[in-house]
């Protein structure tokens, strides 16, 4: 399942616990990233999964289930 490397990916790159990471989570309050931590979660994100997320649409992300519903729509 895509969340489970989602997770995976952003437990490393935000150095948060895996417990705070769910489909609600909100990348900048609840896992505290900035928008330097952003940019390059999905670079990651982009890389792992073999998929470009425009700009404008990464800067609407807000949410884990952001993430994972736009990889699952552009596989």
Known sequence: MDFEKVKEIIVDSLSCDESQVTMEANLKDDLEADSLDAVEL??????????EIPDEVASNMKTVKDIVDYIEANK
């Open 42 to 51: 999905i670079m990651q994100i982009e890389e792992e999964f073999e998929v």
